[in-house]
């Protein structure tokens, strides 16, 4: 979703809400709350809505919609008991979770080396203008 403006804040709604739903189905259905097991379903069930297509279509520019994506996974770190009273990012630290903003460069990286690479549709390959940069 993005506004007639080109902006993505309506995007970065609806992925925090989606993000949300499934943390709270999450915390609320699994009763084994061991952090290797959390982490992974976070990683799994819940962090894939705040990523979906960042690299293709829309990426957060602005901070608040930094900040909102980012909330959902400040609240996955504090329903964790073993790292409850820990600063934020020592949290990311022990969970090994990693902050959302170094996620998006990488994955950034990692979708224009498939524009280059022709992995990804042709149609996309035109719209970016990047044909110069490819080998023939």
């Not at 279509?57 to 909102?68: A, F, T, V």
């Not at 600063?87 to 170094?102: F, T």
């Not at 996309?124 to 110069?132: A, E, G, S, T």
């Amino acid at each position: 979703m993005i506004s007639y403006d080109l902006k993505s804040s309506n995007q970065c709604i609806q992925a925090c809400r989606k993000a949300s739903k499934m943390l709270g189905m999450t915390k609320r259905t699994i009763s084994y709350k061991k952090p290797e097991i959390m982490v992974r379903l976070y990683k799994t069930l819940v962090r894939p809505h705040l990523e979906y297509c960042v690299s293709a279509l829309w990426s957060p520019h602005y901070i608040k919609d930094k900040e909102l994506l980012e909330r959902v996974q400040r609240r996955f770190t504090r329903t964790i008991k073993e790292v409850r009273g820990k600063d934020y990012l020592d949290r990311l630290k022990e969970l090994n979770a990693g902050e959302p903003k170094n996620h998006r460069p990488v994955s950034n990286l990692t979708f224009m080396s498939k524009v280059i690479e022709r992995i990804v549709a042709e149609q996309l390959v035109k719209y970016l203008q990047v044909n110069d940069l490819m080998p023939k």
